[in-house]
């Protein structure tokens, strides 16, 4: 608790351009959730760099998430928006936390598996490691929720056997963190193949929606989806495409899946791919129209960088002395 209110932790990579299914799958999650709770989000740059970046381009995006989170809707007055990087206490307690994980439950980690296959000639001990980092991130805040989509729910889990086990040793530390999944849309599929889920670093820009599509290109995308050859509207798990097309449409318009079925029956996949891009042009126009005026606000941006890194660092050092005295380093003399 902080305050009177709980506290939620999330983040997300500045690698690649943001995706329909980030969108969907977190950032507006995170919209609904900033009242009720007091929230860090950050750009989580130092896990970025476990594949390897260019770097000029990876602070420029990290600059433009940075930017998107605000231009989504979350208000930097109200949520503490910061990067990762400027907030030491990130690194120095993940270095603590590496020592109370083990080499067994990290060789369990999909994404590990699936990113080393990825990247087979950079498997790094930052890969594997990676969810130590995110572990750390989140208890340095004493988060009491993580909003994130399925796909991270193991990390989410090793996170809460490292809590609980540096708890048990060490007395009550860390608050023990809670997944937040979002009712619907928590996995968003690929446009070109529904088995897999939409991912901002997939080849095929056809696969995936990015944030900053316009229009045409939203409607292009969608009217190239790959479905089947019912050619029947309906919600089931043979027909993913229809049914990754009916979760996204549901999103956008705030319509059920069956409300959705039924204002579609009869008709052909043509003009419900049409309606699907139509309305995800429309949930996105607002936030590029914004993102495209925060962007040439320099001097804005820059006191939000700062002022909020400023405030993460204050909470992060809290948790870090305790942590810190209990592993037995000598306090430092001031
Ligand atoms: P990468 O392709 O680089 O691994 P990614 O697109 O999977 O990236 P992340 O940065 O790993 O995105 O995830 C950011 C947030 O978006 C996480 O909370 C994740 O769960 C969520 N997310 C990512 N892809 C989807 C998706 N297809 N559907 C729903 N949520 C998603
Ligand atoms: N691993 C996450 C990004 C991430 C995160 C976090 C999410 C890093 N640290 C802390 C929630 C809380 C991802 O790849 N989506």
Redesign the pocket.
């Known amino acids: 608790m902080l305050g009177d209110k709980k506290v939620l932790f999330?983040?997300?990579?500045?690698?690649?351009n943001?995706?329909?299914?980030?969108?969907?799958?977190?950032?507006k999650n995170w919209l609904t959730l900033q009242d009720e709770f007091e929230t860090f989000y950050c750009v989580?740059d130092l896990?970025s760099i476990t594949?390897r970046q260019d770097p000029a381009e990876l602070r420029s995006r990290a600059r433009k998430l940075l930017t998107l989170y605000i231009a989504a809707g979350l208000d930097p007055e109200k949520n503490c928006i910061y990067y990762q990087s400027h907030v030491s206490g990130h690194a120095e307690l993940s270095w603590i936390l590496n020592c109370f994980t083990y080499m067994g439950e990290l060789n369990r980690m999909t994404?590990f598996k699936?990113?080393a296959a990825k990247h087979a000639d950079n498997i790094n001990a930052g890969l594997f490691t990676y969810p130590v980092l995110m572990a750390a991130d989140i208890l340095l805040y004493q988060a009491d929720v993580v909003?994130?989509?399925?796909?991270?729910l193991q990390h989410l889990e090793i996170t809460r056997d490292i809590a609980q086990r540096f708890n048990a040793i060490y007395g009550d530390v860390f608050t023990i963190p809670e997944p937040y999944i979002?009712k619907t849309?928590?996995?968003?599929?690929?446009l070109q193949d529904p088995e897999k889920?939409?991912?901002?670093?997939?080849e095929n820009p056809n696969a995936?929606i990015y944030l900053m599509d316009d229009k045409d290109t939203i409607i292009r995308k969608f009217k190239r989806a790959v479905t089947d050859s019912e050619a029947n509207i309906a919600y089931n798990d043979e027909q993913k495409g229809i049914h990754n097309l009916i979760d996204i449409y549901s999103v956008c318009t705030g319509k059920t899946p069956d409300e959705v079925v039924s204002e579609f029956a009869g008709k052909g996949y043509g003009d419900f791919k049409l309606a699907v891009g139509e309305s995800v042009a429309d949930m996105l126009a607002p936030m590029q129209a914004r993102f495209a005026e925060l962007e040439k606000d320099k001097a804005y941006i820059d006191s939000v960088i700062k002022n909020n890194a400023e405030k993460a660092n204050y909470f992060a050092q809290k948790t870090l002395r305790k942590v810190q005295k209990k592993v037995g380093f000598p306090e430092k003399i001031r």
Do not use: F
């Open positions: 999330s983040g997300m990579q500045a690698t690649g943001l995706t329909l299914g980030n969108y969907i799958g977190a950032l989580v896990h594949v994404q699936d990113k909003p994130v989509g399925k796909d991270q979002g849309g928590a996995k968003i599929m690929s889920k939409m991912s901002k670093s997939d995936s």
